[in-house]
Every structure is written in structure tokens, then in C-alpha cells.
């Protein structure tokens, strides 16, 4: 059996090798370029685009510092776009670097498209940095990785993201082997409508999970506008839920507001909240959204 293992760098290729190896004994054959050789499959680790270039830049000036940032991000950018569409065209098995978080699921994904069988062993860590092939195990780690972050922040890669969202296209859903929680799933399959909302309105350039550091909070959009950028939070679930869905649940009307309030000091962003159920007339929730709207912490409440 041969397994490629092909990945745009730091998209957590060692940790998944590493782990296959000990649990299964079959090697995954890792390599940062596009191979077409004859393999039995090919598997990958697909990763926002933001984050791998920032671990990326961290760890290239961590081990040298040959080239300017601006050098190296646009190197960076080519070598994305090609190698995602080699992902797109070329690769059988994907999934999300999220995904990894529970690496037992992605295994037994693998495993059960593959036909080889677990070895009932238990993993242990053995990765480690290796200076001598410019390897940190985490960039984080990096006194750079900083200094790359805020070089990273605003600066446009649209283009990555949208490559980055065809590829996922072909990344499973996982919850037949347990992989994500019903609650979950129901805020993923909302954060798609919201998507598709975005785009009917002209918003051609989205990116996910978009981050404020300084503040601490993450948006689940920031969409692109030829008037206006919009930072969008989500807010999902269903009837049927064990919890009461979008805006009838208080819990979700608050963290909305919060990560508004946080927002809000960077001055004159445009928050939007999107709800999948509208609030009861006169309850919390409907009072918490109309003082939010009146004191310019939400800019705008949408329902789905």
C-alpha cells in the first residue's frame, strides 16, 4: 500500500504521519510538492490560508532571512495557489486542519477508504524541532511568529481564500465516525446560508474565521464589498435543537453583543449578526438586540 501524503507546508502533514505510522504501521509518504507519481492515494490538510503563510513566514525567518517578508509572502502566494489546485484536481482523500483535532476520526476516515487496519497501538509524541532542516515543530514558539502576524494582518490574499474555499469542497463530513457534534454541525450548515446570503449580495471576497488579536475575538466572515468591508458573526441552530435557536436563545444574542462591543474598538468597522430564528417580541433577547442596534455595537441583525 502506497499512501502520499502531500500538504502546502504547516498544515500539520508530520503530526497526521506520525500518528498513522504508530496506530497503523503504514507509512504515509510526506512532500511539500505537487507529485503526480503512482500511488495508491493521496490524502491532504487543507488550512485558512492566513494562518499556514503566517507559520510559514515565522518559520522561514526563524531558520533565515534571506529574502524581505514581502519576497517570501509573494512566493508564498504562488505556491498556495498552485499546490490547492493540485489538491483540487489530483487528491482523493482531504481534510480540514480543524479536522485534526480529532485525529482518531481522520485515521479511522482514512483507514476505512483505504482498507488498512488500526494495530491497537497508542500514539506517542516523538516531533520534535529539527533545526538542521529548518523544522519547528510549532512556529508559535518563534519569536517571529509575532512579527509575521502583524505583517499578515491586513493584508490581501482574497484570492488564496477563494481556492482555499473550492478546495474544501472536497473535505468529508465527518459525523458518521463522531467527528463533529450535532450543535455543530447545525452552526455549520448555518454559516453556509449566511455564506451564500453574502455573496447574493455582492460580496465577492470572503474570508472565514477572520481574527482580532488585540481584542481576542473571531469573526465568522469578514466579507469584501466595493463599498464596505462587513464582519459577520453567525448565529445558527434549528427547531428541533436541544437549544432554542438564533436569537431566541440568550446565550447567542450575548456573545453577538460581546464580540460587537470588543469590535467596536477598532471605530467605524460594520458588524453584522446573522439569526436563524428572530427573538420573542418583549423578551431579553429582543430588548439586548434593540439597544445593541440603538447604541451602534450591532451596525445590523439579519434573519435566515
Known sequence: MMILLPTYPRCGSHYLAEYFLQTTGVVL??????????YDYRVSILRDPRESIVSRLAMQLHHENEKTLDEYLEICKIEYILFYRYIIDKVEIVFDYEQLQDIDSVVDHI?????????????????????????????????YYKVCEDYMKDKDISSLYEIYEEARGKVPNLNS????????????????KVLEDLKQRGFYKIERNYQFKEAGVEVDFRAHHPQRFEYVEAKGGKDGDKKRPGAQRTDNVKKAIANGSLIKTYNSLYYVVYFSAKPEPGSYSDNMIKTALKNNIIDEVRYL
Do not use: M, W, Y
Open 177 to 192: 465516525i463522531n467527528f463533529q457534534s450535532e450543535s455543530k454541525k447545525t452552526g455549520d450548515e448555518f454559516e453556509e
Open 29 to 38: 509518504n510526506k512532500t511539500h510538492r505537487p507529485l503526480s507519481n503512482n
Open 111 to 143: 483507514c476505512k477508504i483505504t482498507g488498512v487496519k488500526r494495530n491497537g497501538n497508542s500514539f506517542v509524541d516523538t516531533i520534535v524541532d529539527r533545526p538542521e532542516n529548518g523544522f519547528l515543530k510549532t512556529a508559535t514558539t518563534s519569536d
